[in-house]
Nanobody
Framework: QVQLVESGGGLVQAGGSLRLSCAASGFTFSSYVMGWFRQAPGKEREFVSAISWGGGNMHYADSVKGRFTISRDNAKNTVYLHMNSLKPEDTAVYSC?????????????????????WGQGTQVTVSS
């Protein structure tokens, strides 16, 4: 069956770094756009980043641009989120998602409703 399993979350001080991983199975990974979303307590889920099928194109939320980097390894069926210069406001549960209904990857990637599969999430806590 389809599985997306995130790892790499934890507690880090402001200014620190973390690398999240999302291991996929049960579907043709290279045919799917992969995204990262996050949800902080009391807030709605928000888009963080997305990467195209082959990894050549990426999108980022303005709040993380320049600090986070998304990448993928299709041979390992894994997508990564490298997070640098972390801030307390980055504290959230981070979830990866897979979708394939994004046409040319110019629209829709930032909407959760466009993704077909979701992981359970991993907690990231940034202390000040």
């Amino acid at each position: 069956q389809v599985q997306l399993v995130e790892s790499g979350g934890g507690l880090v001080q402001a200014g620190g770094s973390l690398r999240l991983s999302c291991a996929a199975s049960g579907f043709t990974f290279s045919s799917y756009v992969m995204g990262w979303f996050r949800q902080a307590p009391g807030k709605e889920r928000e888009f963080v980043s997305a990467i195209s099928w082959g990894g050549g194109n990426m999108h980022y939320a303005d709040s993380v641009k320049g600090r986070f980097t998304i990448s993928r390894d299709n041979a390992k069926n894994t997508v990564y989120l490298h997070m640098n210069s972390l801030k307390p406001e980055d504290t959230a549960v981070y979830s990866c998602a897979a979708g394939r209904r994004f046409g040319d990857f110019s629209t829709g990637y930032y909407e959760a409703k466009g993704y077909d599969y979701w992981g359970q999430g991993t907690q990231v806590t940034v202390s000040s």
